[in-house]
């Protein structure tokens, strides 16, 4: 008997495992670094990177807009004229970048000399939150954030900065559309659980389909012509329309609190950041299949980040923060700590 113990101890010692015992899967991601900036106790938004480089930009709302060298792990500016910057969008196809600004104005520099080139008014009912590029129509797409009835589409000459057209649309909360490249544009209206097709020449509504939670991210995957969707709300959910039939054909439970949702195309997943303090990864198994991976834990409040498309790094953002009772039994006041906000880098087996 004791031979036996000898024996199986030396087994395990020597890697071996026991009959029916699987091996642990590997880790989906690891953090490989975190570099504190100095910062004000501001909130943030949006961080996105532009297409093709090392350069993250960050909206750090008060901090204003601020370009991190990914592959340096260092700054490389804050904007000038940026403070209360919310979503950037990167078009280096016409050297231009723009931000929305909580003030409702337009923001637009240059992207090799990130020199600021125009803040124009836009909204003069409350900020901007986002926008995106439509390549079928030329035409960038400015929208703004929560209001009490209708959102408004801003349409933008990505060359110039011009103002094209002015679209409104009868819904409080919509985020940024998803561009086919053929003609059409997919919305998300966040609190009613809608997407809607559009036009993207005209943005006249196609159909609309019910898609059962808070969508308030969508990626077009043009290999299978599917929606990728992302939902917050008291129904957090990551899932596949089919946008010709409006069917939802996959459904997986994420982590609460989404604000980003990144795609890794050749390691065929998705993965999406939570506020709860979670990044929840899903395999994408085919054009109507999803399977959970698993869920990484990170920081409560972490709840922003963009991938690396050049090596599948995710670059996560957080900040220490406090959270005070509301008055009058309120919602709560968060408070971020100065000199705290960090950008993490999180490297993917």
């Known amino acids: 008997m ?8 030396a087994f395990l010692l020597g890697g071996g495992t026991v009959a029916g015992q699987e091996a642990a899967p590997d880790l989906p991601y690891v953090k490989t670094g975190s570099v504190t900036l100095p910062s004000s106790d501001t909130d943030w938004d949006y961080v996105k990177f532009e297409p093709g480089s090392a350069r993250l930009f960050m909206a750090r709302l008060q901090d204003g807009l601020t370009v991190y060298d990914v592959d340096r792990g260092q700054p490389i500016m804050t904007m000038p004229d940026s403070v209360g910057a919310n979503g950037p969008v990167l078009l280096p196809q016409f050297d231009r970048g723009y931000a929305a600004m909580a003030d409702g104005s337009l923001l637009s520099f240059g992207l090799k000399t990130l020199e600021p080139l125009a803040r124009v008014k836009l909204a003069d009912d409350g900020g901007l939150n986002s926008g995106a590029f439509d390549p079928a129509s030329g035409r960038l797409h400015m929208i ?7 959102s408004t589409w801003f349409s933008i000459d990505p060359a110039t900065g011009k103002l094209l057209a002015t679209t409104r649309f009868p819904f409080r909360k919509m985020d940024d559309p998803a561009a086919d490249g053929k003609g059409r544009l997919y919305a998300p209206v966040r609190l009613d659980g809608l997407v809607l097709t559009l036009d993207s020449r005209t943005l006249k509504e196609l159909a609309r389909w019910d898609v059962g939670c808070n969508v308030s991210k969508l990626r077009y995957l043009a290999a299978t012509n599917r929606l990728l969707g992302a939902c917050g709300g008291d129904r957090p959910a990551l899932f596949i329309l089919d946008p010709a039939t409006g069917m939802v054909t996959a459904r997986v439970a994420i982590g609460k609190g989404l604000d980003a949702l990144a795609i890794d195309a050749a390691r065929e997943r998705a993965v999406t950041s939570n506020y709860e303090g979670t990044m929840t990864v899903v395999a994408l198994d085919g054009p109507d299949a ?43 006041v968060t408070r971020y700590h100065p000199d705290s906000f960090r950008v993490e880098t999180w490297e993917p087996n």
């Open 290 to 332: 999803l399977r959970h991976l698993a869920t990484v834990r990170t920081h409560f409040g972490a709840r922003m980040m963009d991938i690396d498309r050049r090596t599948g790094r995710l670059y996560l953002v957080n900040a220490d923060s406090t959270e005070f009772p509301g008055r009058d039994g309120g919602a709560p």
């Open 2 to 9: 004791e031979r036996f113990r000898i024996a199986f101890a």
């Open 144 to 150: 703004t954030g929560s209001r009490p009835a209708q």
